[in-house]
């Protein structure tokens, strides 16, 4: 019997090495180093309460500081330069503003409570509003993100809609993915979808937020691969290259692919295949932690920021020296 039993502890010991090996990556490059942060909670200038998005344009931070229903803007070392957008629903109003998005000059804004994607000048000024609350082609029921191909096309985040819309620049509707309302875990479904982006080749990148995993597609709808816990299939958890709810995801300079991992305060780097090549940050108010990283932007630099929602702040990093 003592044989038996050591048996099968022993297989069930090899299992898991197997499966930590096969599931867990290892990390191929150093942790990102802290450089600053600045913040804190207030309605003043340069003080956010929930700072929900970031984007970065030459040498300025854009960052959605949501409950105070503006954006502020910074220069790369975190001072102060202006801020436009008040709370509510008319032109040049936000209502709950989240991931930002600057293309060809213009800021998008995704609206969560207005349901709509807003766009203004880099100066502030309201430009136009693309879409409006619904559950019909072009509609929003609480859009999350918003990538622009280069020929103006909006690829839209519907967390609700349990969807992403691809729109033309004037916001008819193109095609989705997804099925509207329903929630799901296997390829072309989503589970609550946060963000999206696109890569230079014009790649489909989508944050599955509560699937716990990113999703790709080809630049004519179809699907590429997933990853994100075993087999990308909603399992979350706090290991290498698995994800507890992912809410923003931007690519750097060199193509690799940063995902905002929420409740596992962190920020994770991936190349644009998929593989896990670094990550940095864990729980706590100290400089070097997160109290849920929602955003994350990178400059031509290759700097990180990081919106801190917990601690009401924006954090920056870079690689580490070799």
Known sequence: MRKVIGGI????????????IVFVPRAQEPPYEFVKAWG??????????????????????????????????????????????KPGDRVGELG?????????????????????????????TPRRIIGGPGSGPGEFNAPGGVAVGNNGELYVADFYG?????????????????????????????HYPTDVALDQTGNLYIADGYGNRIQVFAADGA????????????????????????????????????????????VQKFSPESTFLTSFGSQGAGAERFEYALAVAVAKDGSVFVAD???NRITKWRTAEP
């Open 162 to 190: 349990q969807r992403v819309q691809a729109l033309k620049p004037d916001g008819a509707f193109i095609r989705q993915w997804g099925t509207t309302g329903r929630t799901g875990h296997g390829a072309g479904a989503f």
């Open 9 to 20: 502890l022993m297989a069930m010991v090899i299992l898991v090495a197997m499966g930590w």
């Open 96 to 124: 709950r503003p989240m991931n930002l998005t600057i293309h060809d000059g213009e800021l998008y804004v995704p609206e969560y409570f207005n349901d709509r994607i807003q766009v203004f000048g880099l100066d502030g």
């Open 223 to 266: 699907f590429l691969r997933k990853w994100g816990g075993p087999f990308a299939r909603g399992i979350y958890g706090p290991f290498n290259g698995w994800f507890s709810t992912v809410t923003s995801i931007a690519f750097g300079p060199r193509g690799d692919l940063f995902a905002a991992d929420f409740h596992n305060h962190r």
């Open 309 to 311: 929602l917990g601690n």
């Open 40 to 85: 804190g909670k207030g309605s003043e200038p340069g003080q956010f309460s929930d700072p929900t998005g970031i984007a970065v344009a030459g040498n300025e931070v854009f960052v959605a500081d949501s409950r105070n229903g503006r954006i502020q803007v910074f220069d790369l070392d975190g001072k102060f330069k202006r801020q436009f957008g």
